[in-house]
């Protein structure tokens, strides 16, 4: 197949630029100096001109905090975008495949979410994310949608690179322990959405993180203890640490649905370790 892929050089993209099989399919690795996603006539122009067969749209805006501040560049790109991408797919006859968020949910369950339960974001970035999952399933019905967490990888920034960093530079964190989710490789996403790839006739909405429950400060201690640092953390509540957008207290996925078609998914601690393996590589 010819897959498409934006947001090529986030952590996501990489690592399904890694693992795609070179033999079986033609990767076309776009980013922002590719095509500009906000602009509907370059996209529309672009497509037309590569032709994909499959899209995998891992492109966002993800700054949360920043978005409180943004939100019409954050709509242009979380919602206006993908919107146009699945229009394009529905009427040329390609795959459309969309990454989504656990802020879509309010976090005030205690039960882990299902695809069918109702969303309710409390963030900018969160109201982005869902208007784009509604707008794409509008313009493609045969779309993918699939909602993942905190997700990490060796590549670009995230927690885990980000708690390494300051362990080397502090003798102690204080990490938040009253948010409860699950951390999620960007490899092992990224395995998963070439597994739905083979499936014919999958369409609708996906939950995907790696099993297992973990709060911040846990997901902290444990790369603090498999990469030896010797850095106390220290837990904390929320408000000790204010930000300007709310995330979810509680955000774990149910991932039933989408283990029926592609089989177990490993713990997050294991994930860890191969992660961190790569990092000291």
Not at 95 to 107: A, E, K, L, Q, W
Not at 130 to 139: D, N, P, S, T, Y
Not at 147 to 166: C, D, E, I, Q
Request: some cysteine; hydrophobic content about 40%.
């Amino acid at each position: 197949m010819k897959i498409l892929i934006t947001g090529a050089k986030g952590q996501l993209g990489t690592e399904l630029a890694k693992n795609a099989d070179g033999s079986k399919h033609e990767l076309i690795l776009t980013d922002m100096e590719e095509f500009d996603l906000t602009d509907r006539l370059s996209t529309e122009s672009f497509l037309n001109l590569t032709k994909p067969e499959v899209i995998i749209n891992c492109a966002a805006y993800t700054q949360v905090d920043a978005a409180e501040m943004n939100a019409e560049i954050a709509r242009k790109v979380n919602a206006d975008a993908p919107a146009a991408l699945a229009a394009w797919c529905a009427k040329n006859g390609a795959r459309f495949i969309h990454i989504s968020t656990d802020y879509v949910f309010s976090g005030e369950h205690f039960v882990p979410y299902a695809e069918s339960d109702e969303p309710d974001p409390r963030s900018v970035y969160g109201r982005t994310k869902l208007e784009g999952e509604q707008r794409v399933m509008m313009a493609d019905n045969k779309a993918i949608i699939i909602r993942t967490a905190w997700l990490y990888s060796p590549h670009g920034k995230n927690f885990v690179k980000t708690m390494l960093k300051l362990m080397t530079e502090k003798e102690e964190l204080k990490v938040i322990a009253d948010q409860i989710g699950s951390p999620t490789s960007a490899a092992d996403l990224a395995r998963a959405i070439l597994s739905l790839l083979e499936k014919d006739d999958v369409k609708g909405i996906f939950h995907f993180t790696n099993e297992g429950v973990a709060s911040w400060y846990d997901f902290a201690y444990a790369i603090a203890r498999a990469s030896g640092n010797k850095c106390r953390v220290l837990p904390i509540k929320t408000e000790e640490y204010p930000l300007p957008a709310k995330r979810p207290a509680y955000s774990v996925l149910d991932k039933s649905k989408i283990k029926n078609l592609i089989g177990p998914i490993r713990h997050w601690r294991e994930a860890l370790e191969e992660c961190l393996e790569e990092i000291n590589k």
